[in-house]
């Protein structure tokens, strides 16, 4: 059964950075999403390390803040989140999946395993 499990939520203020880690199996496709109270769970970042080099894509809400990286000898996937703004309260969730392409990297159907999610929110 796979599982993941997120951590490094809290509350900070506007500006300030926080990092998430979630503990993951040996995925080649890896994301990070958010999801706010009344919408939808929208893709932040992503990750690719099935080839020499992990290339990642982003939202355009977090691109140049986020950024997101794979540890491959512990297995933890990172989201380094700076420059943090009361719009990016949520509760966050780790995703995971074997194959897939990017076009659809961002839908939430896409992703087979996800964790129970960590909150964070940014409020002065």
């Known amino acids: 059964q796979p599982q993941l499990v997120e951590s490094g939520g809290g509350l900070v203020q506007p500006g300030e950075s926080l990092e998430l880690s979630c503990v993951v199996s040996e995925y080649s496709w890896m994301a990070w999403f958010r999801q706010a109270p009344g919408k939808e769970r929208e893709g932040v970042a992503a990750?690719?390390?099935?080839?020499?080099?992990?290339?990642?894509m982003y939202s355009d809400s977090v691109r140049g803040r986020f950024t997101i990286s794979h540890d491959a000898n512990e297995n933890i996937l990172h989201l380094q989140m700076n420059n943090l703004k009361p719009g990016d309260t949520a509760m966050y969730y780790c995703a995971a999946r074997w194959g897939g392409t990017w076009h659809n990297w961002a839908d939430r159907q896409v992703w087979s395993d996800w964790g129970q999610g960590t909150q964070v929110t940014v409020s002065s």
């Open positions: 990750i690719f390390t099935g080839c020499p080099t992990p290339f990642s």
